[in-house]
């Protein structure tokens, strides 16, 4: 359903995976952020489920064709990430978006390292996101200014996740409430990474079938 394009970012060009909605509406946006595996095919699905549901979506490659299989040399790229680099990445992804006909504030939805990212990019530029969705968000170097947040957050943890605990999302939702925001989170069974359906040692179906729907929902409502 999607492909590859290349786009401006802030002076530079970046590529990414865009899909679009099959009936030739553009409708709102979304920008899909992915794990610290890189632009793997399951973010490429993610971006066409959400085209099927009517939305243009955008997964950035935030680290420029390299993927991995490999856990050590996964969190060397999470570390090795230009924060910078990678902040004029997601501002021409709003762009690029707009440019292939979205409309309105976009939605941004991240998993693992993109969800904290997806955070991040909602206080970077707080007034180009209508709704952001974190899956067990986690990267050590980002910080987000939670008071510049504008847009309702969405947060998915996983009870036996030791990654990102149940008790980091409520610490999340206890500094956006502190600001002034409004976040909601659901911790369900199972591991970090539950909606990655390409890994059968963390996928837990019936969990990410539930947020899967719960994003839709959300982001119907405020995009």
């Not at 899956?135 to 947040?149: M, S, T």
């Not at 837990?204 to 539930?210: G, H, W």
Request: hydrophobic share 45%; aromatic share 10%.
């Amino acid at each position: 359903m999607g492909g590859m394009i290349e786009y401006q970012a802030n002076g530079g060009k970046a590529q990414g995976y865009l899909a679009r909605p099959a009936a030739g509406g553009t409708g709102k946006g979304v920008i899909v952020l992915q794990e610290y595996w890189g632009l793997v095919p399951h973010i490429q699905d993610i971006c066409d489920r959400f085209a099927k549901e009517g939305y243009t979506a955008l997964a950035p490659d935030l680290f420029d064709g390299t993927v991995t299989k490999n856990p050590d040399e996964a969190f060397r790229l999470l570390m090795a990430l230009n924060i910078d680099e990678m902040a004029k990445k997601l501002s021409g992804s709003v762009a690029a978006l707009h440019a292939h006909g979205a409309t309105g504030k976009v939605g941004i939805v991240g998993f693992c390292m993109g969800g904290q990212l997806a955070l991040y990019a909602a206080t970077a530029q707080p007034d180009a996101y209508g709704a952001v969705v974190d899956f067990y968000g986690i990267h050590p170097k980002v910080a987000p200014d939670y008071a510049a947040l504008k847009a309702p957050v969405l947060g998915f943890f996983a009870e036996q996740d030791g990654f990102v605990t149940p008790a980091a999302g409520r610490e999340i939702k206890a500094h956006v409430d502190k600001a002034g925001g409004r976040m909601d989170i659901h911790v369900y069974p199972g591991q970090h990474a539950f909606f990655n359906d390409t890994r059968p040692e963390v996928y837990d179906k019936a969990s990410a079938d539930d947020a899967w729907h719960k994003t839709l929902a959300f982001f119907a409502a405020n995009l």
